[in-house]
């Protein structure tokens, strides 16, 4: 058969003539793939006559409530099709009371047949997988028995009871015969099952319908009369337009008829009309139509229309955004016992800011902890809850007990929560041990990689012995993350200046991954390198759209300008950070409102009012803050008072360490310390925090733990191991004064100036108890021969200024040529032009100022002002190259753009002579 067959829709009361036509056809060839039918709704004026089913939990609630003795009086097919949904819940829980229920239809339903009622024991008894009950029934040989005279329905089930093997009677020839005598009697199931065999090839004897008219005389059986059970029995045709296994898969079709349901009152199929919409792949979607079936099904009680409504509601999609109708919709859902809308609603209250959303949120979180299987998430919500509202310290053991419980159900979050906590008390026996292991399981079973970096800051800064620095460092390369990362001004111009591929990647991908002092740090790399306008577009618009970023970047501005119009600058971007709930923006603004505007007292007010907003919530840092720059009528000891409870209900590590020096009782001390420990942001500033304050009370030990600590984040970071050294300094103990010099050699020899200042006067100070004139020669020879040719000139200019011998003495070890000829091989455009100057200085033979020549032209072409002046004499004089006056003033002129007063000298002698 060709084409598409194209059929309306005749109300059918006598399917006899139907199957007399059909008797009359020749056998069709048989197709290889499902047919094409068109068979559409009639265009009728349609009014709601289907009863909305109710939801399964009704149901259920129904009919366990029932007795058992007598059916309520209501419509048979009613109690028939809550017999069948209790079935399709579950037919092995529900068996007793569904064998009662048709048992007694007959009681209620006088036309209903014997056969009907074993047809419906039959399926039963199928379906809750008693088969060897069923046989041992008799009913199938009974229904078979009487097959001929049966109904199409029980003959149908007749022959699909043989072909399966459920009879003991293996006849499929019988079977068929049952088959085709019910499809002739009109029975859309057998029908369907024919076509579908002469599909799949079989020749069914006394069968030559063609699979297409089966098909439509399937349809035209399950449509039948304009009475209640339309709705279910239009609802097939859809399915089979759905699936596609007889009939040709056309979802177009199967809305059409699922529209005509929904226009006859069945709200289900109202909400699989609004999903097609939603799904929209094979069908034209029409907002218009899904939402108006969507609203039908939501008000007819379908569950997951309501949720679906509350979804579009919440998001704005389609339909205005509308709060509380979000919460409305959800609200029916979730009374239905809807676990996902439950959910939904709980997120929803997470979200919103609105009065008494925080109290719904408990309460909805509350709910979902009650469910008899509660996602383990909602313990790891119901946790930070606790914590966020009673603060850190207050709510601790009720946050455990959540966390712990959300850890049995697996929850990734619960479980990294409960490990920090662990480690928090890693002093207690096998606390450590226990956070160690939750951290790798959630690495080992759950691929959690950024888990390393939590493994790394435990080994470090939790360690019940002192810091474990190897571990550590082991976490620390398998997470691909640096102990000394952060990114400074500083930093980031030492990776302009000197490019690393590695640090690239490591400042971009924690970009990309949105790591807000990433983002900040980007920018201020691409601005740094001259990147295109474009990706510095692209990255300012990250930052202003981040926070956390947009705070970080503007403490950069600080870092790298000291002047009033950057201040402002930075102050607004903090400003607007702090309106939008910037980390520790507010902080930031007020520190530089007291520190730079305080004669401005709108301002100082704002950064008041942070400070006391900050302080409340237990940071110490805006403590620290008012204790110093407030003014002399408040003192430390005020702010301790004020903020005391604050402290002990969720201070933080800062605010402990500030409690901490505000107490005489060193036991009172040491728990604060403890504390500050325990909930420490393992890093630089944090670690060296901690060595301050055991130091300020006189505990040494502790004091070096963690000094230990702090330097394992200084690798490359020569300033951190300077400011170590001064920590140690400060403390007037011989083996305190051997780690500061240890500790600014380090720093001296990564090229710190104010490290190699220090110890040059510890070194040359005759009367002092590290007088070395060969130490100080040797630290300059080593330094110079690892620092970058602007450090190298840095120092012996130094030198130069204050200690001439020494100066000589390096000199005289140390090869500048090769150290400027190396540095210019690998791209530094200082090396080149001090090697350039240096063959000039010499001039062995004209080669020697040819080579200072393309030096100079090289450091010029990159940028180097200096060379650029030395490029112009050459051109001038004719160093090197043929003499050319144009080209001399074009790199005067380019100096003198850049700022060189010497070029801009030169350019005014120039223009006077030519004069």
């Excluded at 036309?111 to 074993?118: C, I, L, P, S, Y």
């Excluded at 022959?159 to 079977?175: F, I, P, R, T």
């Excluded at 840095?794 to 030198?799: A, E, I, T, Y």
């Excluded at 002046?869 to 051109?875: C, I, M």
């Amino acid at each position: 058969m060709t084409g598409r067959l194209r059929f309306s829709v005749l109300w059918i009361s006598h399917l006899g003539v139907a199957a007399g036509v059909c008797a009359v056809l020749g056998a069709a060839s048989a197709a290889a793939k499902p047919v094409a039918v068109e068979f559409l709704p009639p265009a009728i004026e349609l009014k709601p006559i289907c009863e909305q089913r109710s939801q399964d939990s009704d149901v259920v609630g129904r009919w366990l409530a029932w007795d058992r003795k007598a059916l309520p009086k209501q419509q048979p097919w009613l109690v028939l099709r809550e017999a069948q949904r209790l079935r399709d819940i579950d037919p092995q829980q529900y068996f007793p009371i569904i064998k009662r229920m048709i048992e007694l239809l007959p009681t209620i339903d006088p036309g209903m047949k014997a056969d009907d009622v074993a047809a419906e024991e039959i399926t039963l008894y199928l379906r809750a997988g008693k088969t060897d009950e069923l046989r041992q029934s008799k009913m199938v040989e009974q229904l078979i028995n009487r097959a001929e005279a049966n109904t199409p329905k029980s003959l149908y089930l007749a022959a699909e009871l043989m072909l399966d093997g459920v009879s003991a009677k293996q006849d499929e020839k019988k079977a068929l015969s049952y088959l085709v005598a019910a499809a002739y009697g009109g029975n859309p199931n057998a029908l369907l099952e024919l076509a579908k065999r002469n599909l799949e090839g079989q020749q069914i004897q006394g069968w030559s319908v063609d699979p297409s008219l089966a098909v439509t005389m399937a349809f035209g059986a399950m449509v039948g009369k304009l009475d209640n059970g339309i709705c279910d029995r239009v609802t097939r045709i859809a399915r089979e337009y759905e699936k596609g296994e007889v009939v040709a898969a056309d979802r177009r079709i199967s809305e059409a008829w699922l529209r005509f349901a929904a226009d006859l009152g069945d709200g289900n199929a109202a909400w699989n009309v609004a999903r097609y919409h939603l799904d929209s792949s094979e069908i034209t979607k029409d907002n218009n139509l899904l939402i108006h079936y969507l609203q039908f099904a939501a008000d007819k009680g379908v569950v997951a229309a309501q949720s679906e409504l509350g979804h579009l509601y919440e998001v704005g999609a389609i339909v205005p955004k509308d709060l509380a109708k979000s919460e409305y919709y959800y609200q029916l859902a979730v009374a239905a016992g809807h676990r996902n809308s439950l959910i939904k609603l709980a997120n929803l209250y997470e979200d919103t800011d609105q009065q008494g959303a925080r109290e719904k949120y408990r309460h909805a979180l509350n709910e979902l902890a009650a469910l008899s299987d509660p996602p383990g998430w909602t313990f790891a919500k119901l946790g930070n809850l606790a914590i966020e509202e009673s603060g850190y310290w207050r709510a601790e053991k009720t946050a455990t007990d959540f966390f712990e419980k959300g850890a049995e159900r697996r929850d990734m979050t619960s479980i990294r929560s409960l490990a920090l906590i662990r480690l928090q008390h890693s002093a207690t026996d096998g606390q450590f041990d226990e956070g160690i292991n939750l951290l790798l399981e959630l690495l080992d079973s759950y691929g959690r990689t950024d888990t390393m970096a939590d493994l790394r800051d435990a080994y470090l800064c939790h360690a019940p012995d002192g810091p474990q620095i190897e571990k550590a460092q082991y976490w620390s390369a398998n997470a691909k993350e640096a102990l000394n990362a952060g990114w400074s001004v500083k930093t980031i111009g030492d990776l302009v200046e000197h490019p690393s591929t590695a640090e690239t990647a490591s400042l971009q991908s924690g970009a990309l991954n949105g790591q807000s002092n990433f983002i900040a740090g980007y920018l201020w790399y691409l601005k740094t390198s001259k990147a295109t306008p474009e990706a510095i577009g692209e990255w300012e618009k990250r930052v202003a759209q981040n926070p956390d970023a947009k705070t970080a970047y503007a403490v950069l501005m600080l870092q790298a300008d000291d002047g009033v119009d950057n201040k402002k600058a930075a102050l607004k971007m903090l400003l607007e950070a702090a309106q939008a709930g910037g980390r520790g923006a507010r902080t930031a603004a007020a520190d530089l409102i007291l520190t730079s505007f305080g004669q401005d007292a709108k301002l100082v007010k704002t950064a008041g009012d942070f400070l006391h907003a900050e302080a409340a919530g237990g940071s110490g840092a805006a403590m620290q803050l008012l204790a110093t720059k407030s003014g002399p009528s408040t003192s430390a000891a005020d702010v301790y008072r004020e903020y005391s409870d604050a402290i002990e209900a969720r201070g933080d590590t800062e605010a402990m360490i500030f409690a901490a020096g505000q107490v005489s009782d060193v036991e009172q001390k040491r728990s604060y310390l403890a504390r500050a420990a325990g909930r420490i942001d393992c890093s630089f500033d944090s670690a060296l925090s901690m060595a301050s304050a055991y130091f300020s009370f006189n505990q040494a030990a502790d004091a070096v733990k963690w000094m230990t600590v702090a330097e394992a984040f200084s690798a490359g970071k020569p300033w951190r191991s300077r400011l170590l050294g001064e920590t140690f300094q400060r403390i007037p103990q011989p083996d305190m004064q051997t780690n500061a010099m240890r500790l600014f050699e380090v720093a001296a020899l990564g090229g710190d100036a104010k490290a190699q200042q220090y110890l040059l006067k510890a070194y040359l100070d005759a009367a002092g108890a590290n007088y070395s004139q060969e130490k100080a020669v040797d630290l300059m020879v080593a330094t110079i021969s690892k620092a970058s040719p602007a450090q190298i000139l840095d120092s012996l200019s130094r030198l130069e200024r204050s200690h001439k011998a020494i100066q000589q003495q390096v000199l005289a070890r140390v090869n500048l040529a090769t150290l400027f000829h190396d540095a210019a091989a690998a791209g530094d455009p200082v090396g080149m032009r001090e090697f350039g100057k240096l063959q000039l200085a010499r001039m062995d033979g004209p080669e020697d100022a040819v080579v200072a020549q393309d030096m100079f032209q090289k450091a010029a072409g990159k940028g180097d002002v200096e060379a650029m002046v030395l490029l112009s004499r050459n051109y001038a004089f004719g160093i090197g190259t043929t003499p050319s006056l144009s080209l001399a003033r074009t790199w005067l002129e380019k100096a003198a753009s850049l700022g060189n007063k010497e070029a801009k000298e030169m350019l005014v002698v120039m223009t006077m002579k030519a004069n």
